[in-house]
C-alpha cells in the first residue's frame, strides 16, 4: 500500500492516510487501496469500528487537484470520476474520523461520508472548490446541505471559506471537538464503546439515523419502528435486557 498505514487493535481499525507529499490528497489510488483493504475488513465480525485519521497537519487536502486538471467532461463523465467514492458509504462498519488540522473539499467530504467526526481544536473544515472553477464533487452539495442547512452551506459553497472546529461543531458537521492531541485517542475510545455493543444494533441505528437525512419524518418513524421491532429477533436484546434486569454486564454476541 503506498498511501494508507492500517494498524489493526482487536475489534478497531485505524486507517491512516499517508500521502504527506500532498497534504493526504485523494487520488484515485488512494481511495483503491482504502476500499481494497476495508472491504474485507467490513465483512469480519470481529471488526466493530474505522477510524480514518491523518496527519498532525492534515487529515486531507481534498481531492487530488493535479490528478483531475487535464481531464476533459468526457473523461470525467466515462470515468464517472468520484462515483466509486459511494463504495466507501456502503462499507456497513462504523466509521469516525479523527480530524486534525484541514479536512478541506474532498477531505471535508470524506468525513462527512464518516458516522462521527472527532475534531482537534485546530481543525479546518472547508469546501473551498469554488476557488478552483468547480464545485464540491464528492457530495459537499448534498450532505454539507443536510447537515448544517442551506444557510451555512451556501456561505462555504459560494465563498469557498474556511470554518475552525468550534464553528464546524457548533453547525452539526463536528460530532466532538477535543485537544488536538487527543483527537485520535478519543476517537480510539469512541471506536471501543461503538465495537463493544451488539453489531445488529449498531448496524441498525446507523441506518436509522441516515434514513434520518433521506425520508420523510413519517416513512422515517415507520422504518424505525419496523427496525426495533426485528432487533427481538436478536440474541442480543435477549441478552441486553436480560443484563439489565439480572443487573450485570451484557455479553453480547453480534447476532
Ligand atoms: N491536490 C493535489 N496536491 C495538493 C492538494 C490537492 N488537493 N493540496 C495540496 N497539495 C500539494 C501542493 O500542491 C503542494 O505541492 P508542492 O510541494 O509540490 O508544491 C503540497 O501539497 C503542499 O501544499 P501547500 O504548499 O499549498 O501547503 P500549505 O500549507 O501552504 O497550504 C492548504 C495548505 C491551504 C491546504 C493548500 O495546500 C490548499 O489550499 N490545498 C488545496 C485545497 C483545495 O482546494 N481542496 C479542494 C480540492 S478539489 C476537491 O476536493 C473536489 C471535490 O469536491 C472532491
Known amino acids: ?15 491512516r492516510l499517508h ?9 484515485g489510488e488512494l481511495l483503491a487501496e482504502l476500499l481494497d483493504a476495508l472491504r ?15 496527519s498532525d497537519k492534515v487529515f486531507a487536502a ?6 483531475m486538471a487535464g481531464k476533459t467532461a468526457a473523461e470525467m463523465a466515462a470515468e464517472d470520476y468520484f462515483g466509486t467514492w459511494e463504495g466507501f458509504t456502503t462499507l456497513r462498519t462504523p466509521k469516525i474520523a479523527a480530524v486534525n488540522g484541514y479536512a478541506l ?24 472548490e469554488i476557488k478552483l472553477g468547480v464545485i464540491p464533487g464528492i457530495g459537499g452539495t448534498q450532505r454539507l446541505t443536510r447537515l448544517v442547512g442551506r444557510a451555512k452551506a451556501m456561505d462555504l459553497i459560494l465563498t469557498g471559506r474556511t470554518m475552525d472546529a468550534r464553528e464546524a ?22 471506536a471501543a464503546t461503538i465495537a463493544s455493543y451488539g453489531r445488529p444494533a449498531v ?28 432487533l427481538f429477533a436478536t440474541d442480543d436484546q435477549k441478552e441486553g435486557m436480560t443484563a439489565f434486569l439480572e443487573k450485570r454486564a451484557p455479553v453480547f454476541k453480534g447476532r
Open 105 to 128: 473539499g474532498g477531505g471535508c467530504e470524506l468525513a462527512m461520508m464518516c458516522d462521527l467526526v472527532i475534531a482537534g481544536e485546530s481543525a479546518v473544515f472547508g469546501q473551498p
Open 40 to 54: 474485507p475488513l467490513d465483512q469480519d465480525p470481529e471488526v466493530g469500528c474505522f477510524v480514518l485519521t491523518g
Open 1 to 15: 500500500m503506498n498511501n494508507l498505514k492500517i494498524e489493526r487493535d482487536g475489534a478497531v481499525v485505524t486507517v
Open 62 to 67: 481534498g481531492a487530488d487537484i493535479k490528478e
Open 169 to 190: 461543531e457548533s453547525c452539526g458537521l463536528v460530532s466532538r471537538v477535543v485537544p488536538d492531541d487527543q483527537v485520535l485517542p478519543e476517537a480510539l475510545r469512541a
Open 19 to 27: 500521502r504527506p507529499h500532498v497534504l493526504n490528497a485523494l487520488s
Open 203 to 230: 448496524t441498525a441505528a446507523r441506518e436509522c439515523v441516515d434514513r434520518a437525512l433521506e425520508t420523510g419524518l413519517r416513512d422515517g418513524l415507520l422504518f424505525e419502528r419496523r427496525v426495533f421491532h426485528a
